[in-house]
T-cell receptor, first 114, second 115 residues
Framework: NAGVTQTPKFQVLKTGQSMTLQCAQDMNHEYMSWYRQDPGMGLRLIHYSVGAGITDQGEVPNGYNVSRSTTEDFPLRLLSAAPSQTSVYFC?????????????FGSGTQLSVL | AQTVTQSQPEMSVQEAETVTLSCTYDTSESNYYLFWYKQPPSRQMILVIRQEAYKQQNATENRFSVNFQKAAKSFSLKISDSQLGDTAMYFCAFMRDQGAQKLVFGQGTRLTINP
């Protein structure tokens, strides 16, 4: 049981480049989400999904796209990276009903945009 | 919108001492969850303790306990017999009982346990 797996763990981009952060979970969780963590701040919600085919915006969605084609995967896309997107990104998942309050976090992706 | 405030950016205590981390929050909800997460240098987010707002009894997990004051909207974490492995960032977080499981985090407290 791998839990929540994020790849890559580290990434350096140039301004304007695009990339996709991968997130996969093997617990059959309906709910998945992406957070970013900036220095001196707590995690902030970017996008979330309550099931395959359903996504919605969180607190800081600008500059990011998501899709949820399967229950297991929830990729986060940066279409044109900006230095302001330098951050640590966390993916999290949970059940939608029983145990909904227990979120499982991935180990994070450190992204630097130059 | 809910907000979570941690007013102590950094704290430092000696090993074996007891330390209390403060957290206040603002919400109009009556039912919700409150959490304390630990983030060591490995960056992993680790759930320390969870409190359900409708439960009056304060949650306890081994050396970790909370003081939940619903009327005052206060949720402090007490670590007893602190250990070197407790050194980490600690985040207080809020989640509504209904709807999507969106966590709202405080800014964090960097806790250092000195030998």
């Amino acid at each position: 049981n791998a839990g929540v797996t994020q790849t890559p763990k580290f990434q350096v981009l140039k301004t304007g480049q695009s990339m996709t952060l991968q997130c996969a979970q093997d617990m059959n969780h309906e709910y998945m989400s992406w957070y970013r963590q900036d220095p001196g701040m707590g995690l902030r919600l970017i996008h979330y999904s309550v099931g395959a085919g359903i996504t919605d915006q969180g607190e800081v969605p600008n500059g990011y796209n998501v899709s949820r084609s399967t229950t297991e995967d929830f990729p986060l896309r940066l279409l044109s990276a900006a230095p302001s997107q330098t951050s640590v990104y966390f993916c999290a998942s949970s059940y939608s009903t029983g145990g909904r309050e227990k979120l499982f976090f991935g180990s994070g992706t450190q992204l630097s945009v130059l | 919108a809910q907000t979570v405030t941690q007013s102590q950016p950094e704290m430092s205590v000696q090993e074996a001492e007891t330390v209390t981390l403060s957290c206040t929050y603002d919400t109009s909800e009556s039912n919700y969850y409150l959490f304390w997460y630990k983030q060591p240098p490995s960056r992993q987010m680790i759930l320390v303790i969870r409190q359900e707002a409708y439960k009056q009894q304060n949650a306890t997990e081994n050396r970790f306990s909370v003081n939940f004051q619903k009327a005052a909207k206060s949720f402090s974490l007490k670590i007893s017999d602190s250990q070197l492995g407790d050194t980490a960032m600690y985040f207080c977080a809020f989640m509504r009982d209904q709807g999507a499981q969106k966590l709202v985090f405080g800014q964090g407290t960097r806790l250092t346990i000195n030998p």
